[in-house]
């Protein structure tokens, strides 16, 4: 989990700098030893993204992480939340605590145009609280 509230920290830290989705981790000199293809769930896309792993990262978990995305699963992970979808949840659940997540996932499910599949509402619970741990981490 420190991996994972690190590569949360330094995410945070470029997209301040950046402010887009993803941070722009990609600087001359990192030693990339491949890179992961995963789908990514955000807002308003979904698609496969190219993520980049670099000699030092200790899990693919925390490789997602840095790059602003929360993994459905630890160790090969094929679905990736962005941030700031788990965000978007956050806030909304907050305002209205009855919104549970199968009524959300479907509305992301509308939102790209995707039939709803009802592990999908599974894997974003796991990110969710995956997210959930690394905030509860970082207020420490």
Not at 96 to 110: M, N, R, T
């Amino acid at each position: 989990m420190s991996e994972m509230v690190d590569g949360f920290l330094k995410w945070s830290e470029a997209l301040g700098v950046s402010g887009e989705m993803v941070a722009p981790l990609l600087k001359e000199g990192l030693d990339i030893q491949g890179f992961l293809t995963i789908t990514v769930v955000d807002v308003f896309d979904l698609c496969l993204r190219d993520v980049p792993m670099i000699k030092g990262d200790k899990t693919i978990a925390a490789a997602l992480v840095k790059c602003g995305l929360i993994p459905s699963a630890p160790y090969s992970p094929s679905l990736a939340f962005s941030i700031r979808v788990l965000e978007l949840y956050q806030n909304t659940n907050l305002r209205c605590p009855h919104l549970a997540i199968q009524p959300f996932v479907k509305s992301l499910c509308d939102l790209h145009g995707k039939p709803f599949k009802p592990y999908l509402s599974k894997q974003f619970s796991i990110a969710y609280d995956v997210y959930l741990a690394i905030l509860k981490e970082t207020d420490h």
